[in-house]
DNA sequence: CCCTTGGTTGACGTTTACGTAAAGGTAAGG
DNA sequence: CCTTACCTTTACGTAAACGTCAACCAAGGG
C-alpha cells in the first residue's frame, strides 16, 4: 500500500522514469489536487501527453524541494522563488548576483531557524530528562530519557 | 522606535515588570491584534487590571515560546499543545507521562526538521559558491563565497 | 457494450491566522 | 472641557493552501 516513502532518500534508487500524477502523489504522500495546485501555483510545469500530465525526472526532484520547505515552513510563494534560484541556469551576470543574494538572504534565515531548533530541542530533551526524573523518584520506574543523538 | 528586537536574547536584560499588551507588542515586533488572538486561541491568559490586559513574565516567556513555534512553522494548535507540556507542573503520574510522550514526539520532528535545515543549507550554501566560481571566471570579482560559519 | 481505473477541468467550501474597521471606555495633559 | 494615547469588544474580511464535489474523457477487460 506504500512504495519509497518520504523524500526517497534510501542511497540512489530514483529511477528515471516519467511518472502518472498518481505514481508521484503516492510516493510524496500527497493528493493530486495538491500536486496540480502546485502546478497552478507555477511550482511544476509538467509536460502533457495529449491532455494527462508527465512528470519527468526534474519535475520529481523539484517535488523533493517542494516538500522539504513545506516541512521547514516555508510559504508556497517563498518555496517557488527558491526553486527559481535553481533553473536560473546560464543567466545574465546581474541576475546570478541576484539569485546570489537572495541564496544569502535564504541561507541567513535558516541559520536562524537552526538556531530556533537547536534551542527548542535543547529544552525539549531537559524537559524529558526532568521527567524521568521526577517517575524515578516517584516510584514507578519504566521510563528511561531518550538516548542521545550525537550529531 | 524600537526597543530589545527580537526574543530578547540579550543576556539577562529581562525585567520581570508587568507589561501592557503594547509594550509587549512593540518588543516582540507584533501587533496588539495578533497577541488577543494569542489569547483567544488559549496560548496566553494575562491578568487583567480593570478590563485591561496585564503580562506577566511569565506571559512574556511562552510568548518567546510562540513566536519561536511559529518560526518553526508550527500552527498555533501545535504551539498550545506544545506550551501546556511546561505548565503541566505537578500532575499526576498518568499525565506526566503523556506529556512525555508528546514531548518525545516534538523532538523527533524537530529531529528531523533539524535535518531538513542542514540539508538545505548544505545546498544553498553550495549553490552560493558556485555562483561566486562562475562569476569569478567570467571577470567581475566583487563577491566571495559568504564565510562558513562553524556549528 | 458497459464497467472500472485513472486522468481532466471547474468551482465552491474550509481552516488557519490574523487584518481591519466600528464603536466605545479611561486616564493624563493642556 | 477637549484632545490624545492606549486600551477594550464585536464582527466581518481575507489570503493561503488545499479539500471536496460534479461532470467529464479515454483506455482496457470481461
Redesign the interface.
Same mark, same amino acid.
Given at each position: 500500500m506504500q512504495a519509497t516513502i518520504g523524500t526517497g532518500a534510501t542511497g540512489w534508487e530514483a529511477d528515471d522514469r516519467n511518472r502518472s500524477i498518481g505514481e508521484l502523489a503516492e510516493e510524496f504522500g500527497l493528493t493530486h489536487r495538491t500536486i496540480r495546485h502546485y502546478e497552478d501555483e507555477g511550482l511544476l510545469s509538467p509536460t502533457r501527453d495529449g491532455q494527462t500530465r508527465v512528470y519527468s525526472h526534474r519535475d520529481r526532484a523539484r517535488l523533493v524541494l517542494i516538500c522539504?520547505?513545506k +516541512?521547514?515552513?516555508?510559504s508556497l510563494a517563498e518555496i517557488k522563488e527558491f526553486l527559481n534560484?535553481?533553473d536560473t541556469g546560464d543567466a545574465q #551576470?546581474e541576475q546570478?548576483?541576484y %539569485? =546570489?543574494s537572495l %541564496?544569502?538572504q +535564504? #541561507?541567513e534565515a535558516?541559520? $536562524? =531557524?537552526?538556531q !530556533?531548533?537547536? =534551542? /527548542?530541542?535543547e529544552e525539549? $530533551?531537559h524537559? !524529558?530528562i526532568q521527567?524521568?526524573e521526577?517517575?524515578r523518584r516517584?516510584g514507578?520506574t519504566e /521510563?528511561q530519557p531518550?538516548e542521545e543523538?550525537l550529531?
Open positions: 522539504r520547505g +516541512r521547514l515552513g516555508f534560484l535553481y #551576470i546570478m548576483r %539569485a =546570489q %541564496a544569502r +535564504r #541561507i535558516l541559520e $536562524r =531557524q537552526l !530556533d531548533v537547536q =534551542q /527548542t530541542l525539549l $530533551r524537559f !524529558d521527567i524521568s521526577h517517575l516517584n514507578t /521510563t531518550m543523538k550529531s
